[in-house]
C-alpha cells in the first residue's frame, strides 16, 4: 500500500498550488519511475515512506510541513551510487518541478536548500531541515535485523564497486558518522535513536 499513500500524500500536497490534475499526475509518474529504477535496492520508494512515518510521528515539531513533504519525495529523485552529484541534481530537478507548481520562490528556495543538505547532513539553523535529516538516517537507529537488511540493500547498490574498494570507502562514511558529538540533530531523534545508531555502526564496522 506504500505505493497508493504516498501517490495520494504527492497529491494533496501539489493540491493548494494547482487544479491541473493532469500535471500532477505525470509529476507523480516521474517520481514513481524514478525511484523503481533497477538499481535502486534502498533508495527508493519504501524509503521515502520509512521517512514520512517518522516524520508523522513529530509532525507537530514541523513548521512547513508542505515544504519538508517535497523535499522528502525529491531529495533522492536523482540516484547514481557512481556520482558525486546526486543531490545538486535532485535538488535542481525539484526546483524546476515545483516551478510548474506555481510554489513561491522562497519556499522553493527553502526546499532546494532542504535537499542540498541531504549531502553532508550537517546540522542546520532551521528546524525543519534537521528532521528531515534525522528521518533521513533514521534507519541507522533501527533494530539489528533492520539495519542489516539495510546494509545489505545499500551493498547491492555499489555492486559495481568489489569489496576491497567498497569496504574501506564504506568504513570511511561510518566512521565518520561515530566522530559527530551526535548523529542526530534534533532532540526528538537523538533520544530515539542515537544509542543504537552508535552500536549498530559500530558492529558494522567490525564486519567490514
Not at 534525522?134 to 559495481?160: M, Q
Request: proline share 1%.
Amino acid at each position: 500500500m506504500v505505493l497508493m499513500d504516498l501517490k495520494e500524500r504527492f497529491a494533496q500536497n501539489c493540491s493548494p498550488f494547482t487544479q491541473d490534475h493532469n500535471l500532477i499526475e505525470k509529476l507523480w509518474q516521474e517520481i514513481e519511475k524514478k525511484y523503481a529504477e533497477k538499481s535502486r535496492h534502498y533508495h527508493n520508494l519504501e524509503h521515502l515512506g520509512h521517512m514520512f512515518r517518522e516524520l508523522d510521528a513529530v509532525k507537530e515539531d514541523i513548521s512547513n510541513f508542505t515544504n519538508i513533504s517535497f523535499s522528502v519525495f525529491y531529495h533522492d529523485i536523482v540516484y547514481d551510487a557512481s556520482s558525486k552529484k546526486n543531490e545538486e541534481k535532485s535538488a535542481d530537478l525539484a526546483q524546476s518541478r515545483l516551478q510548474l507548481l506555481s510554489l513561491n520562490i522562497d519556499d522553493i528556495s527553502e526546499i532546494h536548500q532542504q535537499i542540498l543538505a541531504t549531502k553532508s547532513h550537517q546540522k542546520s539553523e532551521k528546524e525543519d531541515t534537521n528532521l528531515l535529516l534525522d528521518a533521513d538516517l533514521s534507519v541507522l537507529g533501527k533494530d539489528a535485523a533492520t539495519y542489516t537488511d539495510y546494509t545489505k540493500k545499500i551493498r547491492k547498490e555499489y555492486a559495481v564497486y568489489p569489496d576491497f574498494l567498497y569496504n574501506p570507502g564504506r568504513k570511511k562514511i561510518l566512521q565518520h558518522f561515530l566522530q559527530w558529538e551526535s548523529i542526530f540533530k534534533t532532540e526528538v531523534f537523538k533520544a530515539k535513536y542515537e544509542t543504537k545508531a552508535r552500536e549498530n555502526i559500530v558492529s558494522e564496522i567490525e564486519r567490514l
